[in-house]
């Protein structure tokens, strides 16, 4: 049965409104090639008017603004869209599987971890008023100083296509939660289920303003953002070439920066695994999500002594994965989102089979599929370390194999790339995991998995992969900033200037 997609417009000042130029995008299902509906396209001036209702919202009426408000009555509202959320799941993944060609399964599981970010960042707002006032010591006893945590200010939050209502979670609740008001510009490619965060932010009577949501195209509406001089920080998650420019907007009014971007992660398997549980988290950590994480383990490397056998499992396991439709029941690997993905992730197959790689399976559009932006689950081997599959993210369904001999080489075939977001080591030899954990120059190392995430623990890469975590703590403090408050006590003239009252005898 076909969802019907709600027409929104964009969401400032705690209302709907038309974008200043009247334009609109189609939105396409990636499993069937059709229009399914439009979203609004922001441009600079949309961006303005969010920027200056988020700065009203920030200090609007005064005692009583999003900002100086407890932590506990921000963390109302945010308990709040976490019900609404949780109402809405079953629709909510319906819509962004038809929208980004997510499996429905796999997005019902977004929806719960949304509604968890939100609850969680509630409770961190909650615990946050307590920590105000933190005491630092000082080795002079006439000072006493205290820190404050305030809200930096109005944030820009520019979100990717994947994960498209997570990704905003990540960044909205921990910005409402310190007290930011915030702009979020989501890709324009799944834009659908930010607009209904709108909706529950409008239901919830989270006060105007607090959260503005525009949807438009990067260059339109997210450049603006980057570099409004009335916006405090930005927080970026996508490619590390738009993170790039993006940093290079900020700078232009040295307003602080998070970069999640891209990543080329490996995962290495030694030659002590259980072969079937080793073969099912190496395939989760590079096909679930359609291939299209940013932390995919798509590098496999392999100890020797096992990679033929392995190997031929992976193709035996990749086989059997179900590719339909995402709305299908079971499906398990539905369309990359866009036809320009689509295109993108066969130009890297046909380079890496010119380049002399061997397709071990998948490569091509699966037979029965004759629409749709859909790639086979594909494992790739004979690759070499300067082979663009190898060095490059795809951002799809296709795995790299290379194997090693020594645990020394393994590590720095894993090292030798530009990104550093995850790494997953798997090895029943533990002492052998924490080594080469220790190694790895990544920001997410997982032993004897690959891929689970929780908003407890702290997420961000290093290198070409980024700077700053998300989640946990981490999260929050990348939303507040300290202020040092150092009072001076005692009832004695401080003395350093003669006073010229009583000249000294
Ligand atoms: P992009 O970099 O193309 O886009 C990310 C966001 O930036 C989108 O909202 C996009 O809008 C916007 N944008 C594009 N151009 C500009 C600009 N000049 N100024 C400001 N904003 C702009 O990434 P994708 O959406 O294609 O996402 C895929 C990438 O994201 C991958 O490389 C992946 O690794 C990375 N990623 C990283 C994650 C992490 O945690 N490290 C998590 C998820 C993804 P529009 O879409 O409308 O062009």
């Known amino acids: 049965m076909a969802i019907p997609i709600p027409s929104r417009m964009l969401f400032i000042d ?56 407890s932590g506990a009555h921000r963390a109302k509202y945010l308990r709040a869209i976490a019900a609404k959320i949780t109402e809405r799941k079953s629709e909510l993944a319906k819509l962004e599987a038809i929208d980004c060609g997510k499996p429905l399964d796999e997005a019902a599981w977004d929806m719960d971890d949304v509604a968890g970010c939100f609850e969680y960042y509630a409770d961190l707002a909650e615990a946050l008023d307590a920590k105000q006032k933190a005491p630092v010591s000082l080795p002079m006893q006439t000072f006493k100083c205290h820190i404050l945590k305030e809200p930096i200010g109005v944030v820009g939050l520019i979100t990717p296509w994947n994960y498209p209502l ?89 307003k602080p920066v998070t970069l999640e971007l891209g990543g080329k992660s490996p995962i290495l398997v030694f030659d002590d695994v259980d072969l079937d549980k080793a073969a099912e988290w190496t395939l989760f950590g590079c096909f679930w999500t359609n291939g299209q994480i940013c932390s995919a383990t798509s590098r496999l490397l ?22 339909s439709d995402p709305m299908e029941e079971g499906c398990r690997l539905g369309p990359v989102v866009s036809a320009g993905q689509y295109e993108k992730v066969m130009q890297f197959i046909s380079t890496a089979k010119r380049e002399g790689a061997t397709i071990l399976c998948g490569g091509d559009r699966p037979q ?118 150092t009072q001076y006590t005692s009832n004695e003239p401080w003395g350093w200037y003669p006073s010229p009252e009583k000249p000294k005898l």
């Open 14 to 69: 705690g209302e709907w409104r038309e974008p200043v130029n009247k334009k609109r995008i189609t939105i396409i299902n990636p499993s069937t090639e059709e229009i399914i509906g439009d979203i609004p396209a922001a441009t600079a001036e949309d961006v303005d008017i969010a920027v200056n209702a988020a700065r009203r919202a920030l200090s609007r009426n005064k005692g009583r603004d999003w900002a100086s408000a």
């Open 302 to 323: 392999v100890q020797e002594s096992i990679a033929t056998e392995f190997v031929d499992r992976l193709v035996k396991w990749t086989k059997n994965i179900k590719i």
């Open 166 to 254: 997570l990704m905003a979670a990540w960044k909205v609740a921990p910005a409402l939660a310190a007290g930011c008001t915030a702009i979020l510009k989501p890709s324009e490619l799944a834009s659908v289920t930010c607009l209904e965060l709108a909706e529950a932010c409008r239901e919830v009577g989270l006060p105007p303003g607090v959260l503005n949501i525009l949807t438009g195209l990067g260059p339109e509406a997210g450049a603006p953002l980057a570099s409004h001089p009335h916006v405090d920080k930005i927080a970026f998650t996508g490619s590390t070439a738009t993170g790039s420019k993006v940093m290079s907007a900020a700078a232009q009014t040295t």
């Open 368 to 485: 029965h599929l004759k629409k749709g932006y859909f790639v086979e689950p594909t494992i790739i081997t004979d690759v070499t370390t300067s082979m663009q599959i190898w060095r490059e993210e795809v951002f799809g369904p296709v795995l790299s194999v290379k194997t090693f001999s020594t645990e020394d080489e393994a590590i720095e075939l894993a090292n030798n790339t530009h990104y550093g977001l995850g790494a997953a080591v798997l090895s029943e030899d533990l002492e052998r995991c924490e080594r080469v954990t220790k190694a790895l120059e990544a920001g997410i190392v997982w032993v004897n998995c690959s891929q689970p995430c929780f908003c407890q623990a702290p997420w961000g890469g290093n290198k070409r992969s980024g700077f700053g975590r998300e989640l946990g703590e981490w999260g929050l403090d990348n939303y507040l900033s300290l202020k040092q408050v």
